[in-house]
């Protein structure tokens, strides 16, 4: 049976699916029975649906930063002379 800490440094492999079909029968195995590896594995299938949906916006390198920066910008200005305005990172 496939462990914790295995499953989780195969889990790249799995999640992409570049492992041999037993090895990934056993990953699936696992994930079956394990209640904090299904909880790991559901998170991180919700965050690639939400960049596949494009509700974040992949950007080089600095994704939760940039994502972060432009809601901190949109909802935190509360100045009220200029709503919005793109930093140095959008121009
Ligand atoms: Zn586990």
Redesign the pocket.
């Known amino acids: 049976m496939t ?2 800490v295995v ?1 989780l440094e195969r889990y790249s492999d799995y999640r992409d699916c570049r492992m041999n079909p037993a090895d990934h029968a056993a990953m699936r195995a ?1 994930v079956a029975d ?1 209640e ?2 299904r909880h790991h594995d559901e998170a991180v299938v919700r965050g690639v649906d939400l960049l596949r949906q494009g509700e974040i916006e992949p950007s080089a390198g600095e994704l939760d930063m940039a994502a972060l920066r432009a809601r901190a910008r949109e909802g935190g200005d509360d100045n009220g002379d200029e709503p919005w305005r793109p930093g140095p990172a959008a121009a």
């Open positions: 462990d914790c499953f696992h394990c904090d590896c």
